[in-house]
């Protein structure tokens, strides 16, 4: 009996050390789980990285010395980590209490989505109260969007953006500044709409304006990718034109433009060619238009006066200008014209020529050109031959040597005899004394300007048929030239 009470109390001591014992194992709890999927590569492992970082740091102290001012950089634009979190939604033993089935939510929060992933986890227990993960199984999984872009992103997006502006075109390395304003969300769509403004400049306008701008997020593999779906420009934007586009030159600037020697540009007047870097100009004005923008040219039409030797010639020229984003910078010269012109030689000479006895002779020059050409009236009065008077054509004059050259243009009044080789040209220079006479001693001519003035007789009539028993017609007459 007292064998048998014994053999009772061993085993009830037996079967309490076993109920104790295994009242005594704890589920796995969420550390457990945390670090199963750490081991899994679920959860990024920070000891493990930081510990690489170190090893791979004494190797590299050098060169992240050298590269310590870009990293720093680097560190201001990297996005923030996300944060995870595990839930434990089903924890459960075997009956031997030395296996277990964990369930859990996986939540990885970032700053644009919320990813869940559900997993299920197999657990040993190794020793006592520690347990090993056999088997992790990923299930499904979900992202939804939790914010809307940020403006630091939305700002990177709409600088590599182009923008059409009325007529304009904007590139992306026109932009000045952005301002994003805000923000209309829709998350279920995925999608949010952002007010902006946006400066910009494109060489030729600065141009200040509004948009509406839908941005749409695209979730891969729980990464968020933004991309822009569609800007449209509100409201009126203002233009003016960019400063750099104004034309700021000075009429000084304008001359020394032109008249640089290196442009080669000038006039071929009365036989002689003219630089405009040789010669005085003055009283310069320029019209400067106020460009508008809608060329890279601008036409600058400009009156001046300039003298060489004893001639002054007034001018009106157009100089052109082109602009293709560095400035204005100066063209050529489109069109020019001589408008007067002041000269020694300008007015009536009167005097001799030998090869005509006993002639009077005056020579008038004017100061006003027929199509870009001059023309002197020679009159002619000998005391036989009556009164006739012709044109010559000046075709040079050099104002520096006083040298004058002519030729035979046409008839105004012919001479009396009908002889048509009459009309004489009169080649040669004009004297200190202001005497007009030849350059060469076998001709002998001289004239001087004023003295008595010589009529100029009127232009020589065709002969009119008359038929007998008819009157004869009255003669027209015909104004001197």
């Excluded at 690489?52 to 010395?65: H, R």
């Excluded at 012109?341 to 027929?370: C, H, K, L, R, Y």
């Excluded at 009556?386 to 040597?401: N, P, Q, R, V």
Aim: charged fraction near 35%; aromatic fraction near 10%.
């Amino acid at each position: 009996m007292k064998k048998l009470r014994l053999l009772l109390l061993s085993l009830l001591l037996v079967c309490t050390m076993a109920f104790f014992a295994g009242c005594g194992v704890k589920n796995p709890t969420e550390q457990d789980v945390i670090d199963a999927l750490k081991d899994e590569g679920y959860i990024p492992d920070d000891e493990k990285e930081d510990k690489d970082d170190d090893e791979d740091s004494d190797d590299s102290d050098e060169a992240d010395k050298s590269d310590e001012n870009d990293s720093s950089d680097k560190a201001d634009n990297k996005k923030s980590e996300p944060e995870y979190k595990v839930e434990i939604t089903k924890n459960s033993l075997n009956d031997d209490k030395d296996k277990a089935t964990v369930k859990a939510d996986l939540k990885v929060t970032d700053e644009y989505t919320e990813t869940v992933t559900e997993f299920k986890l197999t657990f040993k227990l190794k020793d006592k109260d520690k347990w090993k993960c056999r088997e992790v199984e990923k299930g499904d999984s979900e992202t939804k969007l939790k914010n809307g872009i940020s403006d630091d992103e939305a700002k990177r997006l709409l600088e590599d953006w182009g923008y059409s502006v009325d007529d304009m075109y904007i590139y992306d390395d026109e932009i000045k500044s952005i301002t994003v304003g805000e923000h209309e969300p829709d998350l279920e769509n995925m999608e949010d709409v952002v007010a902006v403004t946006i400066e910009a400049e494109d060489g030729r306008f600065e141009v200040k304006f509004e948009a509406k701008v839908t941005f749409i997020c695209t979730i891969y593999d729980g990464e968020c990718s933004w991309n822009i779906q569609e800007c449209e420009v509100v409201g009126t934007p203002e233009t003016e034109i960019a400063e750099s586009f104004k034309f700021n030159k000075t009429n000084d600037d304008i001359i020394a433009d032109f008249t640089d020697e290196d442009e080669y540009e000038g006039i071929y007047f009365l036989g002689n060619s003219i630089d405009y870097c040789d010669v005085e100009i003055s009283d310069f004005d320029a019209k400067i238009p106020e460009p508008d923008g809608s060329s890279s040219y601008i036409a600058i039409p400009c009156t001046f006066t300039m003298k060489t030797g004893e001639m002054t010639i007034d001018m009106e020229i157009t100089v052109e200008y082109s602009n293709y984003g560095d400035g204005w910078e100066y063209s050529y010269i489109d069109e020019e014209e001589v408008v007067g012109w002041t000269s020694n030689i300008i007015g009536t000479w009167n005097g001799t020529d030998a090869e005509v006895a006993g002639a009077q002779i005056a020579i008038d020059i004017p100061d006003e050109f027929e199509d870009g050409d001059l023309y002197a009236t020679v009159t002619v009065k000998t005391p036989a031959n009556g009164t006739y008077s012709y044109k010559l054509e000046i075709y040079s004059y050099d104002a520096e040597e006083a040298e004058i050259s002519t030729t035979f243009y046409e008839w105004i009044t012919e001479p009396a005899d009908g002889n048509t080789n009459a009309g004489r040209t009169y080649n040669g220079v004009i004297s200190e004394a202001g005497v007009w006479e030849p350059e060469f001693s076998f001709y002998d001519f001289k004239f001087t300007k004023g003295g008595a003035a010589v009529d100029t007789p009127a232009p020589t009539e065709p002969a009119v048929d008359v038929t007998p028993g008819e009157e004869t017609p009255a003669a027209t007459e015909t104004p001197a030239a």
